[in-house]
């Protein structure tokens, strides 16, 4: 019992508001009070208190633990509109108790007036509290979001989309989840029948104060619906993607953070960085070549005397011509010694040939097009220009078909 | 045998080798992504140079292995320092990358104040003073469309995002190098 007079409560309320503050605070964040809290905080205000948050029921006492008396606790979230967001398991209990209540109404509809009665202003009452829960809630994860949102705890990257995700998956979309309004199965749906039903006893019930019940149930429903809608849109348009956008945000921000902290921007070569192609050099003879290349050329020209000397010196004037040579190898096919064949054609060619230009026609045996078979059996040729000696094996050639 | 190629071919593959983001809504960015060329494009780069062609919603551009990895890094650093500095403001930077313009003045003030970042800044030579800056937004980002220039100002373009993509990428590819790092405080 509370022997004080409620208006010295209401005094003592105001008096200490400040203190009250700093409480309600602490056990919102940690759920209880700590000892030592609580006495430092008395002791800024004066110590002959502590018994009077006491005595008026404010504070309670468990075990080593101080708590402030749902009674208080609610008014100050409400005065000072910071409601801690309830669990979805903690709303889905009224949408367990409507739908019994109005099983019940259904089933007993014709029997004991009186109950009745008591069912309908029950279920009116729990459809308040169902409606003004929710709003809470939404309203208090709202600022939960945009408090994240600024940081204004100060917490880093990693953390914010640690938080960003939990307000997601534990709060926001489970209580989504029970007031969608596309979702068949969600309390949008039950009131919306419970609205219908309420419409019709309102107007053909045999009872008309039972009659005045049900237009009072079937207009605040209609109030109810109207509300959940909406804070089924501010879930959806504005929660939801408010912390998407948080976690986005800090994802992305954590990405740079460590491009920039581990040291990809230093090692690019062993470091993964953003595909950006190599821009293309253009390789192909341009059709001003040749301007473009005499024009480079005569800014260093010298306007000097130039004298020629003529060399006496001579000159091996014999140039390989692979395709011509290729030719005639395809025209004389198969090729039963293709050194001897090589020997021969070069012989016919160009009579003071030498060993490297042997070697020219030669190197024709490594083309694609060419199938080689060994012959096991070797020869040696000489030539005699630059008195070299070749110990050579016998190759047939044939044309490859594949 | 003749081919019948879409309507501006030659710029199209022009841009696209150069390095350049191709963007929405422009005309080149619709021939490419029309149901008829989508294919067609896909195949040609690969065959013809064996890259990657990818078509986003807002930019078409062209990956390989042929990476031009200074200038992707020293982007990435400017654009990762510019986020962190409008982060520091309280203003969200992934909506003003999207739709802020930008003076030089306001891009000087950020890196000139940034000191978390002092020393990269300091580093590197493409960021660490008002004409080098100068010079990576309107030469190096203006050429690959990265930036749009407007007036005094600059935008950046959509293809901004292939760099946030690429952050979020690597909270991934970090976690996967951490893993396979063995652990150097055990012998």
Redesign the interface.
Same mark, same amino acid.
């Given at each position: 019992m509370i022997k004080a007079e409620p208006k010295t409560i209401l005094y003592f309320l105001y008096q200490h508001f400040d203190l009250l503050k700093e409480l309600f605070v602490a056990q919102s964040k940690n759920n209880s009070i700590d000892y030592e809290f609580l006495n430092n905080e008395i002791e800024k205000y004066g110590k002959e208190i502590k018994s009077q948050l006491f005595e008026y029921h404010i504070l309670k006492n468990i075990n080593d633990e101080y708590q402030i008396t749902d009674v208080y606790y609610n008014l100050f979230e409400f005065i000072l509109q910071q409601f801690k967001p309830l669990l979805p398991e903690e709303i889905k209990k009224y949408v367990q108790s409507i739908s019994q209540l109005f099983f019940n109404i259904k089933e007993d509809i014709n029997k004991d007036k009186n109950i009745l009665i008591d069912r309908i202003d029950s279920l009116t009452n729990e459809i308040d509290k169902f409606l003004s829960q929710v709003k809470n809630n939404t309203a208090s994860l709202l600022v939960k979001s945009k408090e994240l949102k600024?940081n204004i705890d100060n917490i880093d990257y990693e953390e914010k989309i640690h938080k960003a995700s939990f307000w997601i998956e534990y709060y926001i979309t489970p209580l989504n989840n029970i007031i969608d309004v596309q979702n068949s199965e969600s309390i949008y749906n039950t009131l919306f029948k419970i609205s219908e039903y309420a419409n019709e006893k309102r107007m053909n019930y045999n009872d008309e104060n039972i009659r005045l019940k049900f237009e009072r149930l079937y207009n605040r429903l209609k109030h109810t619906l109207v509300e959940i809608r909406l804070q089924s849109e501010i879930l959806v348009n504005e929660l939801i993607p408010l912390i998407e956008?948080i976690k986005?945000?800090n994802?992305?921000?954590?990405?740079?953070?460590?491009?920039?902290s @581990?040291g990809?921007?230093h090692h690019?070569?062993d470091k993964?960085?953003?595909?950006?192609?190599? @821009?293309?050099r253009d390789n192909i003879i341009s059709k001003d070549f040749v301007l473009t290349t005499k024009e480079y050329f005569e800014q260093f020209q010298q306007e000097e005397d130039v004298f020629i000397n003529e060399d006496k010196h001579e000159f091996n004037d014999w140039i390989f011509d692979k395709i011509k040579y290729k030719e005639r190898i395809l025209e004389s096919m198969p090729i039963e010694d293709f050194f001897e064949w090589s020997m021969n054609e070069i012989k016919s060619d160009f009579k003071d040939f030498k060993t490297d230009n042997y070697f020219s026609i030669v190197s024709l045996l490594f083309e694609k097009d060419l199938n080689i078979e060994y012959q096991n059996k070797y020869k040696k040729i000489i030539i005699e220009n630059d008195n070299t000696e070749l110990k050579i094996p016998v190759l047939k050639i044939t044309k490859n078909e594949n | 045998m003749k081919i019948n190629y879409p309507e501006y071919h030659y710029e199209i593959v022009k841009k696209l080798l150069d390095g350049k983001f191709i963007l929405y809504p422009g005309n080149l960015y619709k021939i490419i992504s029309e149901q008829e060329n989508r294919e067609f494009y896909i195949d040609f780069f690969q065959e013809s140079f064996g890259y990657e062609l990818k078509i986003e919603t807002e930019f078409i551009y062209l990956i390989s292995d042929n990476t031009d990895e200074k200038t992707s890094r020293d982007i990435m650093i400017f654009i990762s320092i510019l986020a962190f500095e409008i982060d520091k403001e309280g203003k969200n930077f992934i909506e003003e990358l999207n739709n802020s313009l930008f003076s030089l003045d306001r891009i000087n003030q950020y890196f000139e104040n940034s000191h978390s970042w002092s020393e990269i800044i300091k580093e590197n030579k493409q960021i660490n003073n008002s004409e080098s800056r100068k010079s990576l937004i309107y030469n190096t980002m203006l050429k690959r469309n990265l930036v749009e220039k407007i007036g005094e100002s600059f935008q950046f373009t959509k293809a901004h995002k292939v760099f946030l993509d690429f952050a979020l990428e690597l909270i991934e590819k970090d976690k996967n190098e951490e893993a396979h790092t063995p652990n150097k405080g055990y012998t």
């Open positions: 600024a956008r986005t945000e994802s992305i921000l954590k990405g740079m953070h460590i491009y920039l @581990k990809y921007w690019i070569k993964p960085q953003c595909r950006l192609l190599k @821009k293309q | -």
